[in-house]
Nanobody, 114 residues
Framework: QVQLVESGGGLVQPGGSLRLSCAAS????????MVWYRQAPGNQRELVAS???????NYPDSVKDRFLVSRDNAKNTIYLQMNSLKPEDTAVYYC????????WGQGTQVTVSS
């Protein structure tokens, strides 16, 4: 079973930046479309970025032009560069593949507050 480990979260002021990482065990990582999700208290988990095995990316309007997803298949890792952070970006951030989800990792908390 693939294990997912997210890291890089923290407390940041509005307008600041953070870079999240998600490391996955297992060699099948590179053939999967990977997705970053987030979940704020009381809200459903929502998709914030996806990247295909070939590197094509997609974002919802809420984060477009602020977030950038990338992957390093050699390291079985995806990244989420988050810029111009807003208080509404506060959430626990998770990664997983798009289809046939693996077990969820623990996520990484991102708090945007002054």
């Amino acid at each position: 079973q693939v294990q997912l480990v997210e890291s890089g979260g923290g407390l940041v002021q509005p307008g600041g930046s953070l870079r999240l990482s998600c490391a996955a065990s297992g060699s099948i990582f590179r053939s999967n479309t990977m997705v970053w999700y987030r979940q704020a208290p009381g809200n459903q988990r929502e998709l914030v970025a996806s990247i295909t095995d070939s590197g094509r990316t997609n974002y919802p309007d809420s984060v477009k032009d602020r977030f950038l997803v990338s992957r390093d298949n050699a390291k079985n890792t995806i990244y989420l560069q988050m810029n111009s952070l807003k208080p509404e970006d506060t959430a626990v951030y998770y990664c997983n593949r798009l289809w046939n989800k693996w077990d969820w990792g623990q996520g990484t908390q991102v708090t945007v507050s002054s």
